[in-house]
């Protein structure tokens, strides 16, 4: 795999990667007020640990809010708040763009691997 696929690669599991985590919390109907466990089983191969410190990370950046309820056992929903909701709309529309663009991406860097080889040669 080139250096070029790779960094592409890379941003595209990060965008996805994040995406993922907002869709999880907001759902596909919208509905927000996840608990832990639907949010663990709307994104495949999520570690534990890896959920609850991206969960915590959304939940400082202001993107997803975590409310717990005292009862026992213990009951918490998260849920996106309204930045969050602004963010999701906005990855939304990267994306779809990315996808829309990606053949000129892919141009884009070939063209510019050749020129670089050029110089180099």
């Known amino acids: 795999m080139s250096r070029g696929t790779r960094l592409a690669h890379r941003s595209q599991l990060a965008t996805d990667g994040f995406r993922s985590y907002l869709e999880a919390v907001e759902g596909p109907s919208g509905r927000g007020d996840k608990r832990y466990s639907e949010v663990r089983n709307a994104i495949e191969g999520i570690s ?28 918490v929903v998260y849920s996106l708040t309204p930045l969050g909701n602004v963010c999701a709309r906005h990855l939304s529309a990267l994306l779809h763009w990315i996808e829309t663009h990606v ?19």
């Open 48 to 75: 534990e640990k890896m959920l609850a410190q991206t969960l915590r990370e959304l939940e400082r950046d202001g993107l997803v809010l975590r409310t717990s309820f005292p009862v026992v056992p213990p009951h």
């Open 103 to 121: 053949t000129d991406l892919k141009s884009a860097r070939r063209k510019y691997d050749a020129a670089s080889r050029a110089r180099v040669a």
